[in-house]
């Protein structure tokens, strides 16, 4: 309303414009579709690129309770198996990073030669099956598309399980570049007019906005006049160096934060904002289920990112109408329920797939529950419970790169590199697993590197 833009992005972190029509054809706006009752009794359950036990503990749980109790059958889509894996039972659906999207392909048609897919792909046909799929996806283009694919062709049901507690509740907000609320397309004239007017505005801007990676890119080329930057940390962004470099480029940068941080630091405003427990708001959780609280300390002068916002849109004489949590919980429930033409479901091709060759592997790679985000800052007895960083391969590929299980492997890129301790286990060979944010162990910053990257493997010595 304010900027007349629809220039806005939620994911700070690796996306695409795959994931953005995804969400808006699948998540958005769709309410409860899947719920840990669901997990509870559900025959089989897909993980699809999403650790749970490191991504999501609860949905971890449940399914850790079902199938000790022999009611679920769950299997992994991902390039390893974990530990979480082995405490659910589970059975892995090896995929290397890049390869997600011909598996799932595969399943879909029901049409792969190997045992276990076979096996997983019947189990998905089951009444009540369900399919759980993590945010790594977007990141192998053709991925998300192929998983809508296999939800449509299979029955079983389909839920998004994002990491971060505030991205579904984003999601239904609107702060995607193509969405208003609620699953609206930006580029739908009816919904446009029915945001409008509940808005109290003429009209919105019609063409569809740039996603993070993009407003980073024009700001960094001198397109953008002004950037917000509302608790964003650029070390979770995919290249940490660049998102930098482009928040220094823009010309005018406000920064919405709790404390001091890499945009503070190159912020011509700072806008302090209330903290959690200091103010009053709605979580969605996966399932689309809205948690409400009001606030739990009373620190005076606190003010929260809403009236922050409200307050710069009054300085340019657009009145938001927003004047508490209250009243967006009111307005957002005056849009929920969009009766018309959702965005279909995204049509990517599969990746082409990367050929590692002697020495080279593909990296793959995920958040630990317990890593160095800033939400643990001056914490250190709760970051002294973090795993230990280590490499993960295959022996066949420690062997190539000159080391063994209990040594230690260089990771590299042309950027960086990462040493590492190694733990070797059965898994694809050309394939290394890192912790994407960890101590010693800063994927993004370091390599300039995420899942699917090629990267070089050596012996330290």
Known sequence: MALGSNDIDSRARPHSAEEAQFLAARVAGTGVRVSYADLDRAPAVLLAGLDPEEESPIIFLRLRKAARAGRVAV??????????????????????????????????????SDPVETAAARAL???????????????????????ARLASASGASLAWVPRRAGERGAVEAGALPDLLPAGRPVSDPA????????????ALPAEPGRDGAQILAAALSGD???????????????????????????????????????????????????????????????????GSFE???DVPGAESDLEVLGEIADEMDVHLG??????????????????????????????????????????????QLIDTG??????????GTARPAMAVLSAGTASEAGTADGGKVTVTTAQG?????????????????????????????????????????????
């Open 125 to 147: 046909t089951a009444e009540g099956a369900v399919i759980l799929a993590g945010e790594r996806l977007a990141e192998t283009p053709g991925a998300l598309s192929a998983l």
């Open 75 to 112: 299997y992994s889509l991902a390039p390893l198996a974990t530990r979480g894996l082995a405490k659910m039972s589970g059975t892995l659906v090896p995929a290397p990073p890049g390869t997600e999207g011909e598996v799932l392909t595969r399943l879909a048609a029901e049409a792969g």
């Open 374 to 383: 800033r939400m643990q800052d001056g914490e250190p007895f709760l970051a």
């Open 191 to 202: 919904a446009r007019a029915e945001v409008a007017r509940t808005w109290g505005v003429a």
């Open 224 to 290: 953008l006049d002004a950037l917000v930057v509302a608790g964003v940390d650029p070390a979770d962004l995919p290249d940490p160096h660049t998102a930098l470099a482009a928040i220094e480029a823009a010309p005018f940068v406000v920064s919405l934060e709790l404390r001091v941080s890499a945009v503070t630091d190159r912020a011509d405003v700072v806008l302090p904002v209330a903290a959690v427990p200091e103010k009053a708001g709605t979580f969605l959780n996966w399932e689309g289920r809205p």
């Open 417 to 461: 590199a990462i040493t590492l301790g190694v733990r070797v286990q059965d898994m694809p060979d050309r394939v290394v697993w890192l912790p994407t944010h960890a101590l010693g162990c800063e994927v993004r910053r370091e390599l300039g590197a995420g899942n699917g990257t090629l990267v070089t493997l050596r012996s330290p010595q």
């Open 295 to 297: 606030a739990a300390l």
């Open 322 to 367: 927003l004047p508490d949590a209250a009243a967006a919980r009111r307005e957002l429930g005056t849009l929920t329920g969009w009766p018309g033409i959702r965005m279909s479901a995204p049509e990517y091709p599969p990746a082409a797939r990367v050929l590692p060759g002697p020495g080279e592997a593909v990296l793959a790679t995920w958040h």
